[in-house]
């Protein structure tokens, strides 16, 4: 959330005109035929740039780290130059392809264009590892050449590209060496556990596109990356799990089998919660909007966000400290009775961890732990229902799992676990907030993403959406709510005056379109979800301050709204 009423927007509008579309999607090739090759030259690197161009110098090749080989491409976006690194490919007139590289760095992208038919894409976030993209495309009847690309992003930090594949029917043009068989994974283990699934990761596999994965010898998923987390298990159970490794040439042997107990049914973590609920945040300092004590938070609001728990010198661990002074006098004796009076409302009180200021690192077992009993300290000093998580910082999916998972179990059933991450951070279920919130979903209450101070974005149809619409509320929305996460864990989180964010302020009445299209498929704008999601949880402001500085218009207008959906 943000203190101050403005950060800096990730995106601009100008610069997404380029092929982000994610209809490119990662996924593992069919099948290879006997005259299927791969038809890029120097597709390792190993002979510097060679049948490669890259725009402004911005490619060279280095020795360290490569996916294989003894080479790698590193290519560096500079002012308006997004480092775009192309070869000419010799193919064959209707005929499909697949296009892979292995990235690593900065942002990544990777496409082809001149196919005759529709041209692709697909990209990635920065990565500290290598990383394969993969899509496919088809030739026209007339198409005898492709140009394959790489590029990075605007601003950003220099890529890596290795092994780059155009695998299908020989084009004639000559190319790098046809895939094998690839090895067995190794490395699996067991990432995390809920009440009904299990979380994997191994390493990745030289020349693999694919992974599958078995429980009990049964496949019952295939990804592209190297984790997965296998879902609609029962409680308390253990499972035998094993991975294999894919490619155009065919499947490997079995992993080595790893074993996942998934964890109790540790209830429903939305407690007495109605249907659909309105969340607003509530200021612990003064930034100019109205001072309140939680008493005087409109009845409007179902949860209310405290912001925000600090940071201490242990790490993960977390304090929270009344600004007695800054709001007017207002005694931790009666903060605490304010709460206990809403609660009384049938009300629920979080404490909120993070905002645009706050950096709380959960990145191993001790700081995960430590951030467990802060929190859970927390709720027994002040009486919390709970934990909103408001990281914007960057957060580690697998110890802030653990440090969750760990509080529920302190906490039992009634505890109330919310979200809010920036929209970057739910682009794709591979982003550590998004695998976070899959990872905790059977404790989860809400995730609000923050529509606000993002510039625009993908949708789930893979089109960018300007924030300040209904199109950009719904079909970014659509992303989580086809990604894994139930309707009734997805809200929609907007300032509740232009004074509340830099950027992204809509009125009330947009609000409303959006949770109507979202819930009865009316008031959408040019983009329509396949189908809709009546249990939608409801929708998230910043702040309650702000939203009575201006008179609690918000939180009149969208709290019948939210309370009044199907």
């Known amino acids: ?176 060496p046809s895939p094998t068989v690839p090895a067995a994974p190794a490395g699996l283990t067991v990432s995390g556990t809920s009440a009904s699934s299990v979380s994997l990761a191994w390493n990745p596999v030289s020349g693999a596109t694919g992974y599958n994965v078995y429980r009990n010898g049964t496949k019952v998923t295939a990804v592209t990356g190297t984790s997965a987390t296998v879902t609609g298990l029962a409680a308390s159970t253990s499972y035998s799990f094993q991975v294999t490794a894919t490619n155009s040439a065919g499947e490997s042997v079995k992993s080595a089998a790893v074993t996942g107990t998934t964890t109790a049914t540790p209830g429903n973590g939305g407690g007495a919660l109605p249907k659909h609920a309105v969340t607003g945040y509530w200021q612990n300092f003064n930034n100019g909007a109205t001072v309140q004590k939680l008493s005087a938070v409109q009845s409007q609001y179902d949860i209310i966000a405290v912001a925000f728990a600090d940071a201490t010198t242990t790490p993960g661990a977390v304090t929270f400290t009344l600004d007695s002074a800054g709001l007017g006098g207002y005694t931790v004796d009666q903060f605490k009775a304010d709460i206990k009076a809403k609660q009384a409302a049938g009300k629920k009180v979080v404490v909120s961890v993070g905002g645009q200021n706050g950096t709380v690192s959960v990145s191993d077992p001790t700081s995960a732990a430590n951030f467990a009993n802060s929190v859970y300290a927390l709720m027994q000093t002040y009486g919390f229902d709970g934990v909103d998580i408001d990281l914007e910082n960057g957060l580690n999916a697998t110890y802030m799992s653990q440090a969750l998972r760990s509080l529920a179990a302190k906490a039992g059933p009634g505890l109330v676990l919310t979200m809010a991450p920036q929209t970057i951070d739910m682009q794709s279920t591979s982003n550590a907030y998004f695998q976070t919130a899959l990872n905790v979903k059977d404790i989860l209450t809400v995730v609000n993403m923050q529509y606000y101070n993002s510039g625009s974005m993908l949708g789930c149809d893979g089109k960018v959406y300007a924030q300040g619409s209904v199109d950009f509320l719904t079909a970014l929305a659509c992303i989580q709510l086809e990604g894994g996460l139930a309707p009734s864990q997805v809200g929609l989180g907007l300032p509740a005056s232009p004074s509340g964010a830099g950027s992204g302020y809509v009125s009330p009445t947009v609000v409303n379109n959006a949770l109507d299209c979202l819930t009865k498929g009316t008031g959408c704008g040019s983009f329509k979800p396949s189908r809709t999601y009546p249990d939608l949880r409801g929708a998230m402001t910043w702040s309650t301050n702000w939203d009575a500085a201006a008179g609690n218009a918000w939180s009149d207008a969208v709290g019948p709204h939210v309370h009044g959906l199907p």
């Open 1 to 176: 959330m943000p203190i101050l009423s403005s950060r800096r927007a990730r995106f601009r509008t100008a610069a997404l005109t380029v092929a982000l579309a994610l209809g490119g999607a990662l996924g593992a090739a069919g099948p290879a035929s006997a005259a299927d090759v791969n038809n890029a030259k120097n597709a390792g690197f190993e002979s510097g740039l060679t049948d490669w161009t890259c725009s402004a110098s911005s490619g060279t090749t280095v020795p360290s780290p490569v996916h294989g080989g003894s080479a790698a491409l590193k290519a560096t976006p500079a002012g308006q130059d997004n480092a775009r690194c192309t070869q000419t490919v010799a193919v064959k007139p209707n005929a499909t392809y697949t296009l892979s590289a292995w990235v690593q760095g900065g942002y990544a992208y990777l496409g082809a264009t001149g196919t005759g038919t529709t041209d692709v894409s697909t990209w990635t976030p920065d990565s500290a590892s290598w990383k394969q993209l993969t899509t496919t495309f088809t030739t026209g009847a007339s198409t005898t050449s492709v140009t394959v690309y790489t590029h990075g992003w605007y601003g950003q930090a220099a890529y890596l590209a290795d092994d780059v594949s155009v695998y299908g029917p020989d084009g004639g043009g000559g190319g790098g």
